[in-house]
């Protein structure tokens, strides 16, 4: 089945440092590809995605490319502040094989220190 | 539009006690579902609707009832809490439609099994 495998946590970074969390996931077929934040006691949010191949997904300075050669959704962030306190998971989706549905990997928790 | 509503917020059960974790979507997606988030362990899905009448199990359905009788309801109830049920559980809906499925995620309701 499908699956998706993250960069173990925790993270700890300073304020302007750079940010990658790996992502790389499993699937039969060809999904669509989300990173989801989670803020300390609420659900998750779309953060960003790529929905086919090379597509490079952004938001509020966040980038991941859609990488079906090396099967990895890699979230990177030029200069973190500590409003990006957080975990991130990284989750597909595949309309055709299973609508509604989606995967996620474990999350990785993100902590920034100023 | 309020989004993706969950009710109660916390919740204490005593082992054997059931109860009826309340999901509510404005939205008009077809797609619901339940996951159960625990530590080090992501999201799991527990339960998903295709559309109105339509249920299926997910990855850890035991222990666990649904229902989806209108498009904007998709209740989870607990037929005999166990400790082992202590989680957060998040209650989501999507579109469903080919070229991304984004979740849209209720704020969650934490429930603590005695």
């Known amino acids: 089945g499908d699956s998706v495998t993250q960069m173990e946590g925790p993270v700890t970074l300073s304020e302007e440092a750079f940010l990658t969390i790996n992502c790389t996931y499993t699937?039969?077929?060809?999904?669509?590809l989300f990173w989801y934040v989670q803020y300390p006691g609420e659900g998750l949010q779309l953060l960003l995605k790529?929905?086919?191949?090379?597509d490079k997904g952004s938001n509020k300075g966040f980038e991941a490319t859609y990488r079906k050669e090396t099967t990895s959704f890699h979230l990177e962030k030029g200069s973190v502040q500590v409003s990006d306190s957080a975990v991130y998971f990284c989750a597909l989706s595949d309309y055709n094989t299973n609508a509604g549905k989606s995967t996620f990997g474990d999350g990785t928790t993100l902590t920034v220190k100023p | 539009n309020a989004g993706v509503t969950q009710t109660p917020k916390f919740q204490v059960l005593k082992t054997g006690q059931s109860m009826t974790l309340q999901c509510a979507q404005d939205m008009n997606h077809e797609y619901m579902s339940w996951y159960r988030q625990d530590p080090g362990m992501g999201l799991r899905l527990i339960h998903y609707s295709v559309g109105a009448g339509i249920t299926d199990q997910g990855e850890v359905p035991n222990g666990y009832n649904v229902s989806r009788s209108t498009t904007e309801d998709f209740p989870l109830r607990l037929l005999s809490a166990a400790p082992s049920q202590t989680s957060v559980y998040f209650c989501a809906s999507s579109n469903g439609l080919a070229g991304g499925n984004e979740q849209f995620f209720g704020p969650g309701t934490r429930l603590t099994v005695l």
């Open positions: 699937a039969t077929g060809y999904p669509s």
């Open positions: 790529a929905t086919k191949a090379d």
